[in-house]
Each structure stands twice: as C-alpha cells, then as structure tokens.
C-alpha cells in the first residue's frame, strides 16, 4: 500500500460529459502529480502540483484542469469527454516534489467514456 | 515522440536465470532514470534509480546499467523469481538537483517469470 490514495476505482461516463477525479496523497507529502496511461502507451505526465501551486505542466489538454487543495488533497477535472479520453489515470505523490523525492503511485481511476 | 523507449512490450525467463531489460531514451538532457515494477491493478512502485555522473547502481538482485554515449540503460535481475513477474517501465528526467521530479515514462515490458 502505497498511502496514496484515488477515488472513484472505476468510471463509466458519456461523451461531452465532465468528472471530477479525487487523489489524497501518502501523509506527509506535499506535491501531488498526475498521469494518463492509454492503452499500449506509457505513463504521460499531465501536471505536478507542490503545496497548492502548480510547479510543472506536461502534456495536459485544455479540457482538463487540476488542482490541489490547503489539505493536499487534488482533483482532476476532465471535461467535454471525448472517447479518446478513455484511460487509466494515476496520482502520484511525493514528499518534496524535486528531483529526488521518490514518486508514490496510488492505483489509478480507470476512465471510461462510451 | 516516444523520448523513452521500450522496445520489447514482453520478455519470458525461467526461474533462477538473469532478466535483462532494456530501454533507450533520445533527449540528451536527460541526467536521471528509474525504473518502476507494475503489477496488475496497482500503481507503479518505485524500484531502483541511476543518476547520468554513474554507469551502474546495483541494490540487491536489481542492477541498473546506463550508457549515455549510446542512451541505452539496462535492468538486470538475477536471479529472477515468479514474484518479479510485473510490467516494468522505464523513466527519464531532465530535472537533476532541481525543484520538480517531471518524469517521462516508456511503454513498459512486461517480464514473466516462468517456474
């Protein structure tokens, strides 16, 4: 057990919808990060936040947004759902959030748009 | 573009005998790889690192090897176990002593152990 936790486990939703993922990170940590993994690809990163503020944004679409709480806890927002959109997302959390803080994956939402 | 690659999606070993697993990366900048063990319906967990100033970081039956004239870096395992049957990714940052752990993973290898 990781201490990362993500909820919902499973989503089922339809096209142009919104949902709203949850990630309550390992106690402790103050930087939250979240991936995509779709099917046959790797884990692409979508943004880390560090106590509130975002620090970094990789791949995100404009459809999405994050962001994290006073109590570090973080939600992703992914709306106008597209079926391409279907994939496991991963929050990660780490102690210090720089190079060196070791990642702590919880084990994913899977997102499913029909 | 795929900057870390993992160009075999399975490889199969018997019990006791070594896993070797490999993974190139194209972007120069980067100066920090990890490997992370998947099993099904959990998270990746962290297993073993190598910053770009060594060539090799072993911990246990796990031995990272890095090339960077070649950007090719390496996962040994020996000797590999059934329990070591897991999706492993490889990933890279560009981001050494600095202030975000930015990762960029490859497609991962899925490794079987057979008894």
């Known amino acids: 057990d990781s201490g990362v936790t993500q909820t919902p486990k499973h989503l089922i939703t339809a096209t142009g919808q919104r949902v709203t993922l949850r990630c309550s990170p390992r106690?402790?940590?103050?930087?939250v990060y979240w991936y995509q993994q779709s099917l046959d690809q790797g884990l692409q990163f979508l943004i880390q936040?560090?106590?509130?503020?975002?620090?970094a944004k990789g791949n995100i679409l404009e459809r999405f947004s994050a962001q994290q709480f006073p109590d570090l806890h973080s939600e992703l927002n992914l709306s106008s759902l597209e079926l391409g959109d279907s994939a496991l997302y991963f929050c990660?959390?780490?102690?210090?959030?720089?190079?060196?803080?070791?990642?702590?994956f919880g084990n994913g939402t899977r997102l499913t748009v029909t | 573009d795929q900057q870390v690659k993992q160009n075999s999606p399975s490889l199969s070993v018997q019990e006791g005998r070594i896993s070797i697993l490999n993974c190139d990366y194209t972007?120069?900048?980067?100066?920090?790889f990890l490997w992370y063990k998947k099993y099904p319906a959990e998270g990746p967990t962290f297993l073993i690192s190598i910053s770009s100033i060594k060539d090799k970081n072993e911990d246990g039956r796990f031995t990272v090897f890095l090339n960077k004239s070649a950007k090719h870096l390496s996962l040994h395992i020996v000797p590999s176990q059934p329990g070591d049957s897991a999706v492993y990714f490889c990933?890279?940052?560009?981001?050494?002593?600095?202030?975000?752990?930015?990762?960029?993973f490859g497609t991962g290898t899925l490794l079987a152990v057979q008894p």
């Open positions: 990660a959390s780490s102690e210090r959030g720089d190079w060196n803080s070791p990642l702590h």
């Open positions: 990933a890279a940052s560009a981001g050494y002593g600095g202030a975000t752990n930015k990762l960029i």
């Open positions: 106690s402790g940590d103050l930087s």
């Open positions: 936040y560090y106590n509130g503020e975002e620090r």
């Open positions: 972007n120069s900048m980067f100066d920090y």
